[in-house]
């Protein structure tokens, strides 16, 4: 690739803004971290509602546009064939989608609810429980996926369709940028979703990297410490540089296809070896309690109580998705060329879902029967230490504790190698000035970004603060990305009818 094909303007403003953001996180921890405090109250106060609506539209214009004509279009020319197999294609999506950040959510979210139920209900009581073991599938379920798959199908249709040589966030409003994809209108769009996409991988390593540094303390003995967690971001960056080294098929597919191996295998294990029948009851009865209050769940603003369960929860969990959604957009697209409308609408809904129950179903609902039966305070540890010292402990309860702790860690350190070795992909992608499809990003911009995207999630951690700071970033990235999700979705629309 030459050096004429990187769009320096996009390339260096983006680079700038992340040195600018880093630096005050750095040198005024205490400062950063107060004044993120009263800008996540502002935003989730004035704009929560909006990120409610946003999801109930999100999924209905996509099972419409799965269950209509539109759904049979191809992706591709109409003789192509998926470039991926499905389990490949399912594997590199979910783990792009999810990170690690979904093994310290399943195993630790539920403790939250316990707690603090939603609904007014009586904390710690059976129907505190029954909320708890829900919950977790509710904010990692349908609606998530769905705002994967809007900017998804919205990106892939014009990129293969219409045989653009650019992939960018703004291919999604093409549109209304046809000649004008290297414009400044188009530009802005694609630094909006740079910026949400550092924010975003800054994040998920922020919740995973102590979660793996506690891993490899117990295992080797070790004081969890600021250098052991700094040494766990270098693996990580070190694991994905050398996967975008390796290239799409090579690194990301290979990382992708073991790790869903190693997963759904230690799932397995603690499925036959835990509490069985108490895991296969509790998450049917989830499932149910799920689907009988899908739309209550959806809709709730909380008016009354104000217990602040909506703004922790509900809408930091669509915040996180949309800030990460054009990312998974972009990558998904590379990875879907030869299907169709309805298979990756279907294929990222429903697998992307189940995929995520699962580590709920398994992991979530073994911590909660460690704590409704005695075995572990796990909830009390979490209180006294942190939810990464309760992972760990939950994890001991098992047979063969150093061997799953080990797998575990490396499962761990294996997604967040996959999800920001795909994010260093896409935003090289975004930061090259024509992409044709097949084509891959420069080896060294996909490097300069692996590495650029550790100098967050170093900052945050050094604030030493809980977890505001993160919530803030992903609430003020996702409010613009919000924007351009109404304008992709009428681009793609009318797109879709003067085409077909």
């Known amino acids: 690739m030459e050096q004429s094909r990187i769009d320096w303007p996009s390339f260096g403003l983006c680079a700038l803004i992340l040195v600018a953001v880093s630096i005050p996180l750095f040198a005024y921890p205490d400062a950063s971290n107060n004044a993120l405090e009263s800008l996540y109250g502002f935003i989730a106060r004035q704009f929560g509602i909006v990120y409610l609506l946003a999801s109930v539209v999100v999924i209905g214009f996509l099972v419409w546009l799965a269950a209509g004509r539109y759904g049979a279009v191809k992706l591709g020319e109409a003789d192509e064939t998926p470039e991926f197999a499905t389990i490949s294609w399912v594997g590199m999506l979910f783990c792009a989608g999810v990170g690690a950040g979904l093994l310290y959510w399943c195993a630790t979210e539920w403790a939250f609810y316990y707690d603090a139920p939603p609904f007014g209900a009586e904390p710690r009581s059976v129907e505190a429980t029954e909320w708890a073991s ?46 004008r994809e290297h414009g400044a209108v188009a530009r802005g769009i694609d630094f909006l979703f740079m910026i949400a996409l550092l924010g975003g991988a800054a994040s998920s390593l922020g919740f995973s990297t102590p979660m793996i540094a506690a891993c490899i303390a117990w295992l080797f003995k070790l004081e969890p410490t600021d250098t052991l967690e700094i040494a766990v971001i270098a693996l990580c ?107 990756v609408i279907a294929g990222m809904l429903i697998w992307g879902s189940l995929g995520s129950w699962l580590f709920y179903m398994i992991m979530g609902n073994f911590a909660l029967f460690l704590e409704l039966t005695g075995a572990l305070d796990f909830t009390g540890i979490m209180r006294a230490e942190s939810g990464n010292a309760a992972i760990v402990a939950m994890l001991e309860q098992l047979p063969l504790a150093a061997l799953v702790i080990a797998v575990f860690s490396l499962i761990s350190i294996i997604f967040s190698a996959t999800t920001y070795d795909s994010a260093s992909y896409t935003l090289a992608s ?36 809980n977890l505001r700071p993160i919530q803030v970033i992903l609430l003020v990235v996702s409010l613009p990305i919000l924007v351009v999700g109404v304008v992709m979705s009428v681009a793609l629309l009318k797109s879709l009818r003067a085409d077909q």
């Open 134 to 179: 829900t919950y977790g599938l509710f904010h990692w379920g349908f609606t998530a996926w769905a705002f994967y798959c809007l900017p998804t199908v919205a990106i892939a249709y014009p990129y293969y369709r219409k045989k653009l040589d650019v992939l960018r966030f703004s291919v999604s409003c093409h549109w209304f940028l046809q000649g």
């Open 237 to 343: 960056i070190f694991l994905f540089g050398l996967s975008v080294w390796l290239g799409l098929k090579k690194g990301i597919k290979r990382l992708s296809d073991i790790n869903v191996a190693l997963a759904f295998g230690l799932l397995l294990f603690i499925l036959l070896v835990g509490p069985t029948a108490f895991l296969l009851k509790t998450s049917v009865n989830s499932l149910g309690v799920l689907a009988q209050n899908f739309v209550r769940m959806n809709f709730w603003t909380d008016p009354f109580t104000t217990s602040g369960f909506v703004e922790s929860w509900t809408i930091f969990y669509w915040a996180w998705w949309i800030a990460f959604a054009p990312y998974v957009g972009l990558f998904v697209t590379r990875i879907s060329r030869g299907r169709t409308i309805r298979q």
């Open 430 to 465: 975004s930061a090259t000035l024509h992409l044709k499809a097949g084509d891959d990003p420069a080896r060294w911009h996909r490097l300069f970004w692996a590495f650029a995207l550790g100098l967050m999630p170093v900052a945050l951690m050094l604030m030493n603060s």
